[in-house]
């Protein structure tokens, strides 16, 4: 199986930038669409931005589209999630998952790491 661990969250005053890092260690990391996650105090955890197997299809949230960008390196077995024009309502831990389905229904990720917190302060 595949290993998980995220890394680069933080505090963050409201219109700034985060990048998230995914670390993969196990079995071929190429092997899976990976995706990110999140979920804030009292709320269902929600799917934030996916990505195929070589990185050519991706897709997102309404929520975060146009200042969230996903992306991948296959060479390194780590999945990015560059954040930007940040707002108080993306405070959340943020997950990433691998799938074998690319999907955005958290039910298809069958492994997922231990999470990040991120706040964005006003």
């Known amino acids: 199986q595949v290993q998980l661990v995220e890394s680069g969250g933080g505090m963050v005053q409201a219109g700034g930038s985060l990048r998230l890092s995914c670390a993969a260690s196990?079995?071929?990391?190429?092997?899976?669409?990976m995706g990110w996650f999140r979920q804030a105090p009292g709320k269902e955890r929600e799917f934030v931005a996916g990505?195929?197997?070589?990185?050519?299809?991706?897709m997102y949230a309404d929520s975060v589209k146009g200042r969230f960008s996903i992306s991948r390196d296959n060479a390194k077995s780590t999945v990015y999630l560059q954040m930007n024009s940040l707002k108080p309502e993306d405070t959340a831990v943020y997950y990433c998952?691998?799938?074998?389905?690319?999907?955005?229904?958290?039910?298809?990720?069958?492994?997922w790491g231990q999470g990040t917190q991120v706040t964005v302060s006003s």
């Open positions: 998952a691998a799938t074998s389905r690319f999907r955005r229904d958290s039910e298809a990720y069958d492994l």
């Open positions: 990505i195929g197997w070589s990185g050519d299809f991706t």
């Open positions: 196990g079995r071929t990391f190429s092997n899976y669409a």
